[in-house]
């Protein structure tokens, strides 16, 4: 039977979802968990790949289980054997045809900012710190620059291997209470570090180390030379994936 769950972790010390040789992933761990929990060796695909160090509070994959097991109770028998950093928060069997990376239609992600004088050790594990203050609007300004389909080389990492790098942004936007800030950001897919350096860009706008015409022709020439620098993983997080229909329903 195939399942979908809808998982959050703390990425800190993941080397991102998928399983790599060099590091324990999120993959890896709820394998892990199906192993102990039902003696089977399972794959559970995800929405797409978070980096390292990269967190969620929606990520959502699919797995084939040969258990028989209430999809609702799927969740509670994975988080018996999870790390204190992943939990599975809700489980439901998946529609025919399902597949979470290839059946999403939209992915929303949130970088975390602070602005103060100094760090803050009780926020640096999901935010990241900027000496100073900024200007909120020039946040936005830049923003909306970026919604609609562009071609996003620019922001994209230089080993990514991608058939295309052009992208469609549905909203851009940020957010301030008080000193911290989200920068909000939905679109139909992302490429490697795609978000991380649309976050950089637009600070780099707002601090007027970059202009808007910068990233107008970032986004027209593929110049990486235009654009700021890729923000640390550990401010990002995968808030949501829209399916096009409630996939969890009472579920949750």
């Keep these: 039977m195939r399942y979908a769950l809808k998982v959050a972790y703390d990425g800190t010390d993941f080397c991102g979802w998928q399983v790599q040789p060099n590091g324990y992933s999120i993959q890896q761990a709820l394998s892990d968990a199906a192993k102990s929990a039902f003696g089977e060796d399972v794959i559970f695909t995800a929405s797409g790949r978070t980096d390292s160090g990269v967190h969620a509070l ?9 258990a028989d097991i209430p999809p609702q109770r799927l969740a509670d028998a994975l988080n018996c054997h999870l790390p204190q950093s992943v939990s ?17 239609k939209k992915k929303t992600y949130v970088y975390n900012l602070y602005f103060s004088p100094r760090r803050n050790p009780l926020k640096d594990r999901y935010s990241q710190h900027i000496r100073g203050a900024t200007d909120i609007s020039a946040l936005n300004s830049a ?13 994209c990492a230089s080993r990514s291997q991608v058939k295309t790098t052009v992208r469609t942004v549905f909203s851009a936007y ?44 970032s986004l027209s020439t593929g110049s990486r030379n235009l654009v700021g620098k890729t923000m640390p993983a550990r401010g990002l997080v995968l808030m949501d994936v829209d399916y096009g229909f409630d996939l969890f329903g009472e579920n949750l």
């Design 58 to 66: 929606g990520q959502v994959c699919h797995a084939d289980i040969r």
């Design 88 to 104: 599975v928060l809700a489980s439901a069997a998946a529609p025919e045809g399902f597949d979470a990376n290839r059946s999403a």
């Design 143 to 155: 923003a909306q620059l970026f919604v609609g389909e562009h071609d996003f080389k620019a922001y």
């Design 174 to 217: 940020a957010e301030e209470r008080g000193e911290d800030v989200k920068i909000t950001v939905c679109g139909g897919g992302f490429l490697y570090n795609m978000v991380r350096t649309m976050a950089g860009t637009m600070l780099g706008c707002a601090s007027g180390a970059l202009s808007r015409d910068d990233i107008i022709n």
